[in-house]
Every structure is written in structure tokens, then in C-alpha cells.
């Protein structure tokens, strides 16, 4: 087994990351309310079938319910759901829309399409904080596939960013140039972060 890599907020273990969102507090508790609706359906079926077994197999109420949890933990995963998983279709819905259904294939520049692989912290978005964050572990293909279709949405603007960064970390510009340089930046830059908050706000569970 392989054992957890971890560079920045990213987790890799085989072929998942685990990954931390930055999103609004409403959009975080969208989520926890998806979760939540699950697990009540599931308790709610638990102690359906608990009462059934009871009734139509004579069991006792105690072994009854160890049968009906371990039978639910056998239909979660498709009844359901757990948060990552959730999260997972909801991303899946954003990036099947047409506006970035065809961005999501290998980049022209190959370092460009490696640098998109590398686990780690990722451009937000500069001009705006978000409260909350969300953990969860998603396919390391979803992911890069989201980060395709957002570098290509932002037209080069987050190798435009990472050059600046670097001319100023190089103290090849000063502080007041990258500033005025950074501005008309940032204003284009569509990032991984942003597709995965739009994707919360447009899924219906």
C-alpha cells in the first residue's frame, strides 16, 4: 500500500486527493445539509428494517438493529451517499455543462498539464476570502480535469499570475509594479476553487 504523499492542503493517497475547499459559509452548509438529509434517510430506513425483521423473523430488537446497520452500510454508497461523494456528483454535474465540457483534455504545454497533477495549494481567488472550508477526497482525475477547464476559462491567466509571483519573489519588480501588473490579472482568473463553489450553488439534491 502506498503510503499518503502531502504537499500544501493536498493529501494523495492512490488516487484520490484529499483537498481542502475555501468556500461561503451558505455554500458549506449546503453541503453539511446534504449530508445530513442522508443520514436521516438512512436511520429512518435503519429503524424501518429493524421493525420489519423484528415482526416478519421474530428476531430481538438488539439483533435486529446490528442487521439492519450492517445491511445499510451495504447500500450507502449508491442510497446513500457520504459528503465526498455528494460533493463528487455535484462537481461531476458542473464540469458535464456546455461551457466546460470540452476544456477538460490535455493541455498543448506539457509542463503546464504536469504542474495541473502536482498536489498542493492552488490559485484561489485573490480578490475575495471565503469563511469556511470543506474537507474531502475526490478523484485526482476530477480534479485535474476541473483544473483544465479553469485554466483554459482564464485564457493563461494563472501562468500569467505564477510568472508575476515569481518576478517579484525574484525581486525582478517591485512592490507597487506587481501590484498594478497583478490587478488586470486576477480579474480574469477563473480557478478550480471557482467551478467547485458554482457547482455547489447549481446542484439540486
Do not use: C
Not at 499518503?4 to 494523495?12: E, I, K, L, Y
Not at 509542463?111 to 474537507?135: M, N, V, Y
Not at 478523484?139 to 476559462?153: C, I, M, N, T
Amino acid at each position: 500500500m502506498n503510503a499518503p504523499s502531502s504537499t500544501g492542503n493536498d493529501v494523495v493517497i492512490g488516487g484520490r486527493w484529499r483537498v481542502t475547499l475555501h468556500v461561503y459559509q451558505g455554500q458549506a452548509d449546503r453541503v453539511n445539509s446534504w449530508s445530513r438529509a442522508m443520514r436521516t434517510l438512512e436511520a429512518e430506513w435503519v429503524w424501518a428494517e429493524t421493525r420489519r425483521l423484528v415482526a416478519a423473523e421474530g428476531l430481538g430488537h438488539q439483533k435486529a438493529l446490528r442487521r439492519a446497520s450492517a445491511a445499510a452500510v451495504q447500500l450507502r454508497p449508491e442510497r446513500w451517499p457520504v459528503q465526498d461523494a455528494l460533493l463528487e456528483q455535484a462537481i461531476r454535474a458542473r464540469l458535464a455543462q456546455p461551457d466546460v465540457v470540452d476544456l477538460q483534455g490535455p493541455l498543448e504545454d506539457p509542463e503546464a498539464d504536469k504542474a495541473l497533477r502536482l498536489p498542493g495549494r492552488r490559485p484561489g481567488s485573490p480578490t475575495r476570502s471565503f469563511p469556511a472550508q470543506i474537507a474531502v477526497t475526490l478523484p485526482v482525475d476530477l480534479v485535474v480535469s476541473g483544473r483544465r477547464a479553469a485554466w483554459r476559462l482564464s485564457g493563461g491567466a494563472e501562468e500569467a499570475l505564477r510568472v508575476l509571483i515569481a518576478q517579484y519573489d525574484n525581486k525582478e519588480i517591485s512592490q507597487s509594479a506587481y501590484r498594478k501588473a497583478r490587478k488586470p490579472v486576477v480579474e480574469t482568473l477563473v480557478t478550480w476553487a471557482d467551478l467547485v463553489r458554482e457547482a455547489i450553488d447549481s446542484h439540486e439534491r
